[in-house]
């Protein structure tokens, strides 16, 4: 799966129109658009458009070889520094001066996982990334909660949390993620409650990222007061399927080791996921 860019704010892989292509204008336009899709398909935040302030940007030209044009993929940071560059499959220059609309489309399609491996091999290579570090995550109040139940969750989601690995911390400053929990009790048949309870994680940019969802029933009104034990178990359980999340966001497997030290993120993870946990 491809790996998303991350640099705050919303993290965005600009594609303007590809200039330097040997392609018309209107072909130059589909082409960037082709591009974004290919790469979106992958998961790639990419987005056929002008740079802005903070874009990750990748640059299509086409360079004449003999009897062929090569398309060449480069991958600049926001302080427009290259980070890498990969080669597209050589096309016969008569092809290429037709600039058809479905040929540019299989370019892109061609394109597509050489430059998702590019930026995989970018994160692995940046020792500020998250894949080389540990995450720093706020953990925010939980809401909704009945009784002490809002602060016995918190508190007891950060301590499990932080017992896995990453850098748990009360306020957003510098935070990679932020994780909060949401309580909803719901009467149900036979003096019961049922107690839900969805640990939501979103990225620095506030774009959810994944979810740990939990059920149980209850009798009614015993949590109307005190959690005590049963916030223990809760936060016990939802901890590793948030950990999980954190984890693949990261562009590790969960399990695997982080591989550097600390910094800011430059790659971020996968798709968002359900992971339910009871």
Do not use: C
């Not at 392609?23 to 398909?41: C, G, I, K, Y």
């Not at 990334?129 to 918190?154: F, H």
């Not at 990261?250 to 982080?258: A, L």
Request: aromatic share 4%.
């Amino acid at each position: 799966m491809g790996r998303r860019l991350a640099q705050p704010p919303t993290p965005r892989l600009a594609i303007p129109p590809a200039g330097n292509a040997l392609l018309p204008d209107a072909a130059s336009r589909h082409f960037s658009e082709a591009l974004a899709a290919m790469l979106q398909a992958k998961e790639v935040p990419a987005f056929a458009d002008m740079v802005r302030a903070n874009d990750w940007r990748l640059l299509a030209v086409a360079e004449q070889r003999g009897q062929t044009v090569v398309p060449v993929y480069h991958v600049l940071n926001p302080k427009g520094e290259e980070k890498g560059s990969v080669e597209g499959s050589p096309v016969p220059t008569q092809a290429w001066a037709s600039a058809t609309f479905g040929l540019l489309d299989d370019a892109a399609g061609d394109a597509a996982p050489k430059i998702t491996a590019l930026l995989t091999a970018i994160q692995h290579a940046d020792p500020n990334s998250l894949y080389n570090r540990l995450a720093k995550v706020q953990v925010a109040p939980v809401t909704g909660a009945p009784g002490d139940g809002n602060v016995a969750l918190t508190q007891q989601m950060r301590t499990k949390l932080a017992a896995l690995g990453p850098l748990v911390q009360d306020t957003a400053g510098g935070a990679d993620f932020v994780v909060q929990g949401n309580v909803r009790m719901v009467p149900i048949a036979g003096g019961q409650q049922r107690v839900e309870i969805v640990w939501g994680v979103k990225n620095a940019g506030g774009d959810e990222r994944g979810k740990v969802v939990q059920l149980n029933d209850i009798p009614a009104g015993s949590l109307d007061r005190y959690w005590a034990d049963v916030a223990v178990v809760v936060a016990t359980e939802a901890a590793g399927g948030v950990n999980d999340v954190i984890t693949r966001q990261s562009g590790r497997e969960p399990g695997e080791p982080v591989h550097g030290q600390a910094g800011t993120p430059l790659l971020e993870g996968r798709k968002p996921g359900v992971e339910p946990v009871r």
